[in-house]
């Protein structure tokens, strides 16, 4: 019987329609409690983790579908640039303050991540791969193993900042008072890179286009920040 | 175009930006260049938008589900963060709330400064 559910749950299918069986938990409970919290994403993720655990499967084996589902990663983030170029004219308009602002955003979060982390007494190593923590996992990965932080740590903070991100957009839009949907559009995508902007887009084509530009602006700023960390 | 074209089309682009990535001096993620190629492509007319557009939907609207398995990846990750979860949330949450205010004012206040200029520019232009 054991070895029944074990090769069930090491079926790439398993975690697929787990993933897809959760996430759409998720829509619909966000479709019926309309709070911010209730983010499918965030509702999915806590469901799964239960569902492996509750029932001792190992993450390999959630993993073998899991990685099917994450190869469409790289086309989603590619696919941005469609979106960016439906936006090209507002894009060109305000070129300057989408780039000023992505700049401060991504000096803002390594340098206080960076000190954050000093003040709360966490270890050198910890600070590292914590300073990456608001831009793209592969941009995250490689900037943590460049400057002598744990790659697998940086990807947990990206992740967790990204949910973060993408559950309290609205709520952020509000508290800072954010009209322009531009500046929420850079706001979203600096401080919480991809899974910010799956929140973006569905605020807003614009929204969406510009979180996506700042991915990748941010991405970039903060390799060149990284360049200058204290050892 | 079809469906599947589309989708050729689109992982196409993602192996070729994978090729650049790998070639290039410095680390630099591959999606991203995959997501400037494309933009190129499609900026020098070599593409157009109906060619990629529904596989670009599909993607984009579901964008938040391809990332539940590397959320799900946190596990792994716990005996490595256990003793300072406290600490590392308090970072995470402290920081996305400066960076998202500080990102916003930017952007805001530069877009309204512009605008004002440019209003200003047009009535001064503008004969009496």
Known sequence: MNQVFSEIFASPFFGIALCILTFEIGVWIEARTKIAVANPLLIAVILCIAVIEVFSIPLASFNV????????????????????????????????????????????????????????????????????????????????????????????????????????????????????????????????????????????????????????????????LSLFLPQ | MKILGQIGLVFGICLLGQVVAALLPIAFPGSVISMILLFLLLLFKVLKVDHIRQKADFLLKNMAFFFIPAGVGIVAQFDAIKNSIPALLLVVVLTTLLTFGSTALVVGGLIALQDKLEKRQSRRRRPR
């Not at chain 1, 979060?109 to 590292?128: E, H, I, P």
């Not at chain 1, 322009?180 to 890179?193: C, E, K, L, M, Y």
């Not at chain 1, 605020?203 to 602006?217: D, H, N, R, T």
Request: hydrophobic content about 55%; overall charge positive.
């Open chain 1, 65 to 224: 579908g899991g990685e099917v589902i994450t190869v469409f990663l790289g086309p989603a983030t590619a696919v941005l640039a469609l979106a960016v170029y439906l936006q090209l004219a507002r894009l060109k308009k305000y070129f300057v303050p989408v780039l000023a602002g992505t700049i401060v955003g991504s000096v803002v979060s390594v340098t206080s991540a960076y000190f954050l982390c000093q003040w709360f007494g966490l270890d050198r190593t910890l600070t590292k791969s914590m300073v990456v923590k608001s831009v793209t996992t592969p941009f995250a990965m490689a900037i943590s193993q460049n400057i002598g932080g744990i790659p697998s740590v940086s990807v947990a903070a990206v992740v967790l900042t990204g949910i973060l991100g993408a559950v309290f957009a609205p709520l952020l839009i509000k508290l800072f008072h954010v009209t322009h949907p531009i500046a929420q559009g850079v706001a979203i995508g600096t401080s919480s890179h991809a899974v910010g902007t799956s929140k973006a887009i569905v605020l807003g084509e614009v929204q969406g286009a510009m979180s996506g530009v700042s991915i990748g602006l941010a991405g970039v700023v903060t390799v060149i």
